[in-house]
C-alpha cells in the first residue's frame, strides 16, 4: 500500500470518482488520463496531465454540484443573481482543490506517479473574461457567496476571446488575441438544451388582443440563440456549489437550408459566422463606449438569456411571476447589464401578459445597482439611434419608464425643470442619448457604491438628484477580496505560520487574524515573519530572471504597483519619484539610500495612447536606470508584462510597499490595495477610495499617507489650478520633470515624452504635480523605515492582523443582509 500521511486509508468501497484518499486519486488520475485523454503515463504531454488532473478534481466537485442542485429545489430557496459583463476567476484547479481540501492528497498521488503538483498547476491558463478590478470583484464575491453557502447564480458572456495577452516590443505594449479556448477548457459543463433566442432590431406593431387588451409585438430583424455553459464555483470548506453561467452566441439553427437549397452556400454559413461574434471577444475598456453597437448587443444578448433562465427557473416552483422578487434579487454589476430593466419588463408584459403595473411591482423590487465609477467619461450611454435600431421595443418601454419616473420627479420637485431634465433618462440636451445609470436608478430598489468615500460622492456629485429624491435607496458596501485565493492560495509559507499562530481557519473568519496583534514585536516571530517575505521575493526575483532577464536584489525594497494603467492611477507619479532618486545619485553619487526595486504590472486600453506612452516613459527609464553602474545596487526598475491574475499571486505576497496613488476622489475603491495589506505590504497611499478605510483600521502609524484630499482636489481646480507655477516653484520637480523632457530616457528623442510633458505642465488633470512634493516627503519616510528592520516588520504583521473588513466574506454578509435579504442553505452530501 501506498504510504499516506495525508488522508484516512483508502475503503474498499471508496468510488474512484469521488474518493478522496491518495489511492482514490491517484487511480482516478491515471483512470482520466485514460479514457477521457486517450493516453497513458508515458507518452502524455503536460496537458494531458493536467487534464486528467482536472477531471479529477471536476469530478469531486460534481458530486457536490448534484446535492447542492437538489438542495436549493427541495428547499425553493431565495436565490440571488449576479449579472456582470466580466469575471476574472484566475486559474481554477489550485482553488478548487484549497476549496476541496485535496492539495496534499493530490501532491502526494501525483508524486506517486514520479508528477509535480506545482507544474501542473502553473500549466493552467486563465479565463480572463475581465479588463480589472470589476471583474475580479465578481471572482471574490462568487468565492464568499459560495463559501458562506448563500444560494447563488452568476450570469455573464463567454467570451471566446477575453483580455488581450500584452507584450512588449521595444518598451512599447502590443496586444495579441486571448486564445485561452484553444486546448479546450476542463472546467465548464455545455448544458446545450438550456439555450434561449435572443432577437434584434427590426420593429413594433401593437394590435387588440383577445381580451380587446392594447398590445405591442416585436417583429425583430434577427435571432439569436444563447447556449448556456457552466462552471461549478466551490465554496471553501463547504459543499455548496453554485453556478456561473455563461452564454455563448449561436445561430439559432446552425444552417439556412432555404438560403442553402438555392445556392447561397456561403450566404448559409455566414449567418452563423455573424451570429457567433456576439460572444466573441471582450470589449477592452477603451475610451469612449459610445457608438459601439456590438458592446450594447453582448449586454443585450447576456442580459436576455438570463432573465429567461430565471424566469424558467422560477416557474419550475410554480410561484406566480408576481411573484419573482420573492425568489430572486438580481443584483447589477455597474450598468453593463442595466438594459435588464427594460428587458425584464418587455418579458413580463409581451411574452407573460402581465399588465404594466403589474410588471413594474415585480421589476422595481428585483433589481438592484453597483456604481463602480465616478469618472463622468465612464458612465454608458448610448445613442437614441442606436438603441432604436437594435432594440426598438426596449426603447419604447424606457420612454414609458421615463415618463412615469419625470411624473413622479415633478411632483415633488414643482417648479424645478432644471432637474426634470438632469434627472431624464434621456439626456435631451444635445444629440440624444439612454443614459443607463439613470435608467439603473429608476428601476432598482437598492443602489450602492464600493467604498464609504466613493459612495458619499455619488451620492453629493453623479447621482445627487437621485439621492435627494430616494436617500433610502441608497448605501454602501466596501469592496472585499477573498483571502482563501489572495493569501492561502498566493502565500502558502504566511499560511501555515498564521495556522500555527492563530489556529486553522482563520481564512473563514479574518477577525482572527487580530491575535497576530500580541506576536507583532516577538523577535522569533517577526523572524519567520522576515522569512516567509524574503522567500516570496526571492521566488518574484527568480520570475523576473527568466522572464526578463533582469536581476533584482531580493534584500532591497520592492515597492511595487500593479493595475491598470490609467493617467488617474498615476503611475507617472511613481516614475517622477525614480526619475528624482535618479537625479539624487547622479548629483551626489555617494549618497546613501535605502535600496530600491520599483515593479510595475499593467495593460494600457490598446487605444488609450498616453497610457501607453506611461508603459513606453518605465521601459524608457529602466533602461537608463538599469544599466547605470553609479546606481547598479541601489535602483531597479521592472515591468511585468502581462498582469493578470496568476501573475498576481506572485506579486502581493513579495512586496514590501504597495503604491496606491490615484488622485483623491478618482479611484471608486480599489482592490489590490486589500490584497498587498494582507500580504503584508506597506501602503503609500492618498486618502481614496477604500484606502481611507485601510488606514482606519490598520492605524495612521501603520500607513504612507500623502497627498490633497478629495475637497482639497476639487477647491484647487475651482481656484485655477495651474501646473506651470507648481513646476516652477520646486526645484526637485522641474529637475526631474527637465530630465524627462532632456531625451534621457528615449535615446536623444525629446519629442517622445511631449505629450506627457505638456499635459502635466499645461493641465494636470489628475494632479500630480500639487501632489509631488507631498508624495516624494512621504516616500523619503518610507525608506528611512524600511532600514529599522523590527519597526518595519512589527508595521507589516499588524498591516495582515487587520485586515478582516477586507474580507469579501464580510462584504457578502452586508450584501445579503441589507439588500438580497439572503440566508445560508447549507448543503450536505448524501
Ligand atoms: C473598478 N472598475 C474600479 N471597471 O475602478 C475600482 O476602483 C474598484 O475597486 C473595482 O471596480 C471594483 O469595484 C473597473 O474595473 C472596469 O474595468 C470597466 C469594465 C467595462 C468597461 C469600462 C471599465
Known amino acids: ?22 489511492e482514490s486519486i491517484r487511480r482516478a488520475f491515471l483512470d482520466n488520463l485514460f479514457f477521457v485523454q486517450g493516453r497513458f503515463l508515458q507518452v502524455a504531454s503536460s496537458d494531458d496531465e493536467y487534464k486528467a488532473l482536472a477531471f479529477t478534481i471536476r469530478d469531486r466537485m460534481l458530486q457536490r454540484w448534484v446535492a447542492t442542485i437538489q438542495t436549493y429545489q427541495k428547499t425553493n430557496c431565495r436565490t440571488v443573481a449576479y449579472l456582470s459583463a466580466e469575471y476574472l476567476p484566475g486559474p481554477h484547479l489550485g482553488n478548487n482543490m484549497l476549496s476541496l481540501g485535496i492539495t496534499e492528497v493530490a501532491r502526494e498521488a501525483l508524486a506517486e506517479l514520479g508528477l509535480d503538483l506545482d507544474a501542473l498547476i502553473a500549466y493552467e491558463e486563465e479565463p480572463g473574461l475581465g479588463n480589472g478590478g470589476l471583474g475580479r470583484l465578481a471572482a471574490c464575491f462568487m468565492d464568499s457567496l459560495a463559501t458562506l453557502q448563500i444560494p ?14 500584452q507584450h512588449i516590443r521595444d518598451g512599447w505594449q502590443t496586444e495579441l ?10 472546467w465548464e459543463v455545455r448544458r446545450p438544451h438550456v439555450a434561449y433566442e435572443v432577437q434584434l432590431g427590426g420593429h413594433t406593431e401593437s394590435y387588440l388582443d383577445d381580451n380587446n387588451r392594447y398590445r405591442v409585438r416585436w417583429v425583430p430583424h434577427e435571432t439569436f440563440r444563447g447556449v448556456a455553459i457552466d462552471t461549478p464555483i466551490l465554496g ?12 455563448s452566441a449561436e445561430a439559432p439553427e446552425s444552417f439556412d437550408f432555404h438560403a442553402f437549397n438555392t445556392g447561397d452556400y456561403f450566404g448559409a454559413v455566414n449567418r452563423e459566422i455573424r451570429s457567433e461574434t456576439i460572444s466573441k471577444v471582450l470589449y477592452p475598456n477603451d475610451e469612449p463606449e459610445t457608438g459601439k453597437r456590438l458592446r450594447l448587443l453582448q449586454q443585450h444578448f447576456f442580459v436576455s438569456c438570463s432573465l429567461q433562465d430565471l424566469i424558467r427557473i422560477h416557474q419550475t416552483t410554480k410561484l406566480p411571476l408576481t411573484k419573482l422578487h420573492e425568489k430572486f434579487s438580481i443584483q447589477l454589476n455597474d450598468t453593463h447589464p442595466a438594459i435588464a430593466v427594460a428587458e425584464l419588463m418587455r418579458l413580463l408584459i409581451d411574452i407573460h401578459q402581465l399588465d404594466w403595473d403589474e410588471a413594474w411591482g415585480v421589476t422595481s423590487r428585483t433589481f438592484a445597482y453597483t456604481n463602480h465609477t465616478l469618472l463622468p467619461e465612464a458612465l454608458e450611454k448610448w445613442p437614441v439611434e442606436m438603441f432604436e435600431s437594435l432594440l426598438p421595443r426596449h426603447l419604447q418601454i424606457v420612454y414609458e419608464i421615463n415618463a412615469r419616473f419625470l411624473d413622479e420627479v415633478r411632483l415633488r420637485f414643482p417648479y424645478d425643470a432644471d432637474r426634470v431634465s438632469r434627472m431624464s433618462i434621456i439626456d435631451e440636451s444635445g444629440p440624444r442619448w439612454v443614459r443607463m445609470a439613470h435608467l439603473a436608478c429608476v428601476g432598482c430598489f437598492a443602489i450602492n457604491g464600493v467604498a464609504a468615500l466613493h459612495s458619499r460622492l455619488l451620492q453629493e456629485t453623479v447621482l445627487k438628484d437621485f439621492h435627494d429624491l430616494w436617500p433610502n435607496k441608497f448605501s454602501n458596501k466596501t469592496n472585499g477580496v477573498t483571502p482563501r ?5 498566493s502565500n502558502p509559507g504566511l499560511t501555515a505560520l498564521l495556522d500555527r499562530t492563530v489556529g486553522r481557519g482563520w481564512a473563514r473568519d479574518l477577525d482572527r487574524l487580530r491575535q497576530l496583534e500580541e506576536h507583532a514585536d516577538e523577535p522569533a516571530f517577526q523572524e519567520e515573519w522576515r522569512a516567509i517575505k524574503l522567500d516570496r521575493k526571492q521566488a518574484l526575483a527568480k520570475l523576473v530572471q527568466e522572464r526578463l532577464g533582469i536581476e533584482i536584489d531580493p534584500t532591497s525594497l520592492y515597492d511595487i504597483q500593479a493595475k491598470r494603467i490609467h493617467e488617474y492611477k498615476r503611475q507617472h507619479l511613481n516614475v517622477l519619484h525614480i526619475i528624482a532618486l535618479y537625479s539624487r545619485l547622479k548629483r551626489n553619487p555617494g549618497l546613501d539610500i535605502t535600496p530600491r526595486t520599483f515593479i510595475f504590472g499593467g495593460k494600457a486600453a490598446p487605444g488609450y495612447h498616453m497610457a501607453k506612452l506611461i508603459i513606453k516613459l518605465i521601459h524608457g527609464v529602466g533602461d537608463i536606470v538599469n544599466r547605470d553602474p553609479d546606481v547598479a545596487g541601489r535602483l531597479k526598475v521592472v515591468f511585468l508584462p502581462n498582469y493578470s491574475v496568476k501573475l498576481a499571486q506572485w506579486v502581493y505576497p513579495a512586496a514590501d510597499l504597495s503604491e496606491q496613488i490615484s488622485t483623491a476622489g478618482k479611484e471608486a475603491s480599489g482592490t489590490g490595495n486589500m490584497k498587498f495589506s494582507m500580504n503584508g505590504a506597506l501602503t503609500i497611499g492618498t486618502l481614496d477610495g477604500a484606502n481611507v478605510e485601510i488606514r482606519d483600521e490598520v492605524g495612521p502609524e501603520n500607513f504612507f499617507l500623502f497627498g490633497l484630499t478629495a475637497e482639497e482636489v476639487e477647491r484647487a481646480r475651482a481656484d485655477g489650478y495651474r501646473p506651470y ?7 526637485e520637480l522641474k529637475d526631474a520633470i527637465d530630465l524627462l523632457s532632456s531625451g534621457l530616457f528615449a535615446r536623444g528623442d525629446r519629442e517622445l515624452f511631449r505629450p506627457l510633458v505638456d499635459h502635466l505642465l499645461n493641465h494636470d488633470s489628475y494632479l500630480l504635480l500639487a501632489d509631488f512634493a507631498s508624495y516624494i516627503e512621504c516616500q523619503d519616510r518610507v525608506a528611512e523605515a524600511y532600514r529599522n528592520p523590527t519597526q518595519w516588520t512589527r508595521m507589516s504583521i499588524l498591516n495582515a492582523a487587520r485586515m478582516s473588513k477586507f474580507s469579501s466574506d464580510r462584504t457578502i454578509g452586508e450584501y445579503c443582509r441589507d439588500i438580497w435579504h439572503a440566508s445560508p442553505v447549507p448543503v450536505k452530501l448524501p
Open 1 to 22: 500500500m501506498p504510504k499516506n500521511s495525508h488522508a484516512a486509508p483508502p475503503q474498499p468501497a471508496e468510488d474512484i470518482r469521488t474518493g478522496m484518499s491518495v
Open 152 to 165: 447563488a447564480i452568476s450570469y455573464g458572456i463567454r467570451y471566446q476571446f477575453g483580455i488581450f495577452n
Open 177 to 186: 488575441t486571448d486564445t485561452w479556448l484553444r486546448f479546450g477548457n476542463p
Open 236 to 247: 471553501y470548506g463547504v459543499n455548496t456549489v453554485n453556478a456561473l453561467r455563461l452564454w
Open 485 to 489: 485565493r489572495f493569501m492561502m492560495l
Open 725 to 731: 507655477d507648481v513646476y516652477e516653484s520646486d526645484p
